[in-house]
């Protein structure tokens, strides 16, 4: 007997002719992240991993979790396909007296035969299992189809036996990168990295670019940008990159020239412009940011109206438009980005927030007062393209 993980997927499952790409996709984070502790293979809408050592299965169990594609997993043992009948009783047992040191007294089998050539039927399996469970451990289990709190599984594929009794919940969703890659607009609350993650969890691969106005913004933010884009990187398996954009001096502009009350419209619709012409670049398909509808004035429908004209032509996704907050909370607490937004320090608009900001601004005003930077800004947008670090994080 082996030990192995069953890891199972559904979306992918509906994917039709492109199933087998997805599947791949799915196949290599999963290589990525845990193919250090044994094989990898598919086979019959399954993947399977082959542990090489025994005791690698708490880390493996929580590294799949992290996953986005996968849909449940169970660790499982593993016979050939002429196991004795002593051999597949000496693998179920252990699961069966676990259950029952739990408590868990009430039990059925289910088997699944995928493997039509194997001589028993799923039912004869499911009888016979059923019984030496009963018999071995005298009077302590009771059977019910319905009302069970232990299910032992068995199923019969092509290669080999195989035997569990517990299914854990992956993180649902489709494997990252089959979407391609996207930029995500990182601030350092809470709401952007937790839209980051939702995106990851939809297939796309993110990179992040954060604007600063040094010396407002600190070392300490910089490392909370990092630790951030280390926490989500536990999600697509691989790292990604971190732009930096220094965005002082276009402020300073927008800050002397224009109303005050329309400050932060017109930051933001430099970050998306800027945002923008990075991706366009360096090949990101779309614009990321944690805006929720109504949250702060310039989340009202009429200024994402003036923001979201910054943009010419890609998309900018809003995962979170219609979330409370605390749900939002609560996605992060459950990532582990929560800690981290939630450290005090500066960002980049608060050290530039107007008082009164417009809660409806108006397009042709966004427009004109953005026709009093010229011709500076030019210079000045150039410069800060120059001056942007990329971090490989
Ligand atoms: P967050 O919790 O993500 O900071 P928020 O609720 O504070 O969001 P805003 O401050 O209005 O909302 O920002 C809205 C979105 O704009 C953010 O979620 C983020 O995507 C983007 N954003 C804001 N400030 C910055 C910045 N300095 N650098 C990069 N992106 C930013
Ligand atoms: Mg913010």
Same mark, same amino acid.
């Given at each position: ?51 090489? @050592? ?13 996953? /986005? ?5 169970? /660790? ?27 408590? &868990? ?11 039509? &050539? ?22 302590? *289990? ?50 952007? /990295? ?7 969890? @939809?297939?796309?691969?993110? +990179? *992040?670019?954060?604007? +600063?106005?040094?010396? +407002? ?126 450290? /005090? ?45 990329? +971090?490989?994080?």
């Amino acid at each position: 007997m082996s030990r192995a993980v069953l890891i199972r997927y559904d979306e992918i499952g509906t994917k039709g002719k492109n199933r087998g790409w997805f599947e791949d996709m799915l196949v290599g984070n999963i290589k990525k992240s845990i193919g250090s502790f044994g094989k990898v293979r598919k086979f019959r809408g399954r993947i399977e991993l082959l542990l090489d @050592r025994d005791d690698d299965l708490p880390q493996v169990i929580t590294l799949l979790a992290l996953i /986005p594609g996968i849909s449940s997993y169970s /660790p499982a043992a593993r016979l050939p396909l002429d196991a004795s009948w002593e051999d597949i009783e000496a693998a179920a047992l252990p699961l069966a007296d676990r259950a029952l040191a739990e408590g &868990r007294t009430v039990f059925r089998v289910t088997c699944t035969r995928a493997n039509k &050539r194997y001589p028993s039927t799923s039912v004869d399996l499911q009888k016979r299992l059923a019984g030496t469970i009963l018999k071995a451990r005298d009077g302590r *289990f009771t059977v019910s189809m319905k009302d069970f709190t232990f299910e032992l599984e068995m199923e019969i594929d092509a290669d080999a036996i195989y035997l569990f009794s517990e299914r854990f919940p992956g993180t649902l969703g489709l494997p990252v990168g089959c979407a391609g890659e996207v930029l995500t607009l990182l601030s350092g609350g809470i709401d952007s /990295p937790v839209a980051a993650y939702l995106t990851m969890r @939809r297939g796309a691969r993110s +990179h *992040f670019i954060s604007f +600063h106005s040094p010396p +407002h913004t600190t070392e300490e933010s910089m490392r909370k940008l990092r630790d951030l884009t280390l926490v989500l990187r536990q999600y697509q398996g691989t790292g990604s990159r971190l732009y930096i954009v220094p965005f002082i001096d276009i402020q300073l502009l927008i800050r002397a020239r224009c109303f005050e009350s329309y400050r932060t419209i017109l930051f933001r619709r430099m970050m998306f412009r800027f945002a923008e012409a990075i991706a366009q670049r360096d090949g990101m398909k779309a614009l990321v940011t944690g805006e929720s509808l109504s949250q702060v004035a310039s989340q009202t429908l009429e200024n994402l109206t003036c923001i979201n004209d910054a943009v010419e032509i890609l998309p900018v996704l809003r995962p979170l438009i219609t979330n409370e907050k605390q749900e939002t909370i609560t996605i992060a607490k459950k990532i582990g980005t929560f800690e981290v937004s939630i450290r /005090p320090c500066a960002d980049s608009c608060t050290a530039f927030l107007s008082k009164i900001p417009a809660t409806r601004g108006k397009l042709a005003m966004v427009r004109a007062e953005e026709d009093k930077l010229k011709p500076e800004i030019d210079a000045l947008f150039a410069a800060a393209l120059d001056a942007t670090e990329i +971090h490989d994080v």
